[in-house]
């Protein structure tokens, strides 16, 4: 009777784990493809939408991401900011640091808004400045 | 001999790795996206005011209106689809986009890429105007 009962439980568990191999087959599937295809990106802080533009310009390497919502808020490499914090941030840079910033703005700010921080970055003399936009889903 | 028949071979449990590999893809699923950037590089402040101190004669004003409309900054009573402007610009002087304050990002970055799609290589945003 014991003997019995082990060999069924063994049995069922054997079958248990033969079932699971097409789900572990489409789960590494998943895996790898998630591996190749896709990217580690900045996030986005919530409420920012891109501007789209079509034209393929792959964005390169920059040391600092600043990053402007629909309401003119400032987040600068991942923490909101003020404009007069921003001055201090930039101001705090060595003279000799090439700063090279990328901008991703909110496709819905206005040029004026816009403006007010371009005016800050070129005071600075950032080097590069880069304006972020997606390619079209 | 008879010890070595009777051994039977061990099972790898695939909990744990099951485990792992959800874990993983989790990670990947919700960290990785598709979405591709682009990026459009501004002339830094120097050489922007360098080349526009320099060649001020050459140097061409498009303003971008919040209708997607252009004009050249000297006739800004005509307003024109932004390709036709661009036709009628010589493509070796530099060029300053100054949009009217009120029009957007979207409406500036897609100005920019056109101008820069036309083969123009020395381009710059200018401040915005009334």
Do not use: C, H, W
Request: glycine residues 2%.
């Amino acid at each position: 009777m014991k003997l019995a009962s082990s060999i069924s439980s063994r049995s069922s568990r054997k079958s248990i784990d033969d079932n699971m191999i097409p789900m572990i087959n489409i789960i590494f599937l998943l895996l790898i493809f998630y591996l190749v295809a896709g990217k580690i990106q900045t996030s986005l802080v919530k409420d920012l939408e891109l501007p789209e533009n079509t034209e393929q310009n792959l964005v390169k390497q920059s040391t600092s991401i600043l990053q402007i919502s629909a309401d003119n808020t400032l987040f600068f490499n991942g923490t909101q900011i003020s404009l007069a914090e921003l001055d201090t941030e930039l101001s705090s840079q060595p003279d000799d640091s090439e700063l090279n910033i990328q901008l991703y703005a909110d496709f819905r700010l206005t040029a004026s808004q816009l403006d007010q921080t371009l005016e800050r970055l070129r005071q600075y003399n950032v080097q590069k400045i880069e304006i972020i936009s997606q390619q079209p889903l | 001999m008879s010890l070595l028949q009777q051994r039977k071979p061990k099972r790898i449990g695939l909990t744990a790795l099951i485990d792992a590999v959800f874990i993983l893809l989790l990670f990947f699923m919700l960290s990785s996206t598709f979405t591709t950037y682009n990026s459009i590089e501004l002339q830094s402040s120097n050489s922007n005011n360098s080349s526009a101190d320099q060649n001020q004669n050459d140097t061409q004003f498009i303003v971008l209106y919040p209708d997607d409309s252009v004009a050249r900054r000297e006739s800004r009573g005509t307003r024109l689809e932004a390709a036709k402007l661009l036709q009628s610009m010589d493509k070796q002087n530099p060029v300053i986009v100054l949009p009217i304050s009120q029009t957007n990002v979207q409406s500036i970055v897609t100005l920019l890429t056109n101008v820069k799609a036309a083969g123009f290589n020395n381009v710059t945003l200018g401040s915005p105007i009334e």
